[in-house]
T-cell receptor, first 115, second 114 residues
Framework: QQQVKQSPQSLIVQKGGISIINCAYE??????FPWYQQFPGKGPALLIA?????SEKKEGRFTISFNKSAKQFSLHIMDSQPGDSATYFC??????????????FGKGTHLIIQP | DSGVTQTPKHLITATGQRVTLRCSPR?????VYWYQQSLDQGLQFLIQ???????AKGNILERFSAQQFPDLHSELNLSSLELGDSALYFC?????????????FGPGTRLTVL
């Protein structure tokens, strides 16, 4: 059972364009939604995260949009740069069964920014 | 550099064998998470330890086990290995026990089962 569905699987964007990656979740117990960035040969690193009490969070060129009623959230990368080329994972977590769980990840989006 | 170290970097072994992966968390972090990354399953949470105690369990097989030692380093033991266990294994650490904290990932151990 895939609890966090991520799309697209791969994405090619021109330099300076906007990259958009979407995720949908099923478990209503989730209440923390981070995005991780992974470069080849490295572990994932936190990019930006949001809690469901806000609909949008912006950090520099990265913005998370969150729609609680639709159980969807998305990552927007403005003015995309070649250095943004990486794999992006959305994730979710929350308390269930009385204890906190680890992160539930989407399958990832391989983003290529063409110069 | 996240400050999380994992050894070994690469491990090649045969089916039926047992291996141990090691993780040292960032200085001051009490919580260690283990994840498995494979092409078909993606990144999957296996298990979490906090200050030496098991805190949460994910999709960890019965053939796999983990522990966290008094010096807070953690080991993931994989036994009766199968071809399908070939994957990247990451550990991550956080200061507290909550998954709301930023998780800092190590560079991973690539396991190949032949």
């Amino acid at each position: 059972q895939q609890q966090v569905k991520q799309s697209p699987q791969s994405l090619i964007v021109q330099k300076g364009g906007i990259s958009i990656i979407n995720c949908a979740y099923e478990n209503t117990a989730f209440d923390y939604f981070p995005w991780y960035q992974q470069f080849p040969g490295k572990g994932p690193a936190l990019l930006i995260a949001i809690r469901p009490d806000v609909s949008e969070k912006k950090e520099g060129r990265f913005t998370i949009s969150f729609n609680k009623s639709a159980k969807q959230f998305s990552l927007h990368i403005m003015d995309s740069q070649p250095g943004d080329s990486a794999t992006y994972f959305c994730a979710a977590s929350g308390y269930s069964g009385g204890g906190a769980d680890g992160l539930t990840f989407g399958k990832g989006t391989h983003l290529i920014i063409q110069p | 550099d996240s400050g999380v170290t994992q050894t070994p970097k690469h491990l090649i072994t045969a089916t039926g064998q047992r291996v141990t992966l090691r993780c040292s968390p960032r200085s001051g972090d009490l919580s260690v998470y283990w994840y498995q990354q494979s092409l078909d399953q993606g990144l999957q949470f296996l298990i979490q330890y906090y200050n030496g105690e098991e805190r949460a369990k994910g999709n960890i097989l019965e053939r796999f086990s983990a522990q966290q030692f008094p010096d807070l380093h953690s080991e993931l033991n994989l036994s009766s290995l199968e071809l399908g266990d070939s994957a990247l294994y990451f550990c991550a650490s956080t200061r507290g026990s909550s998954s709301y904290n930023e998780q800092f990932f190590g560079p991973g151990t690539r396991l190949t089962v032949l």
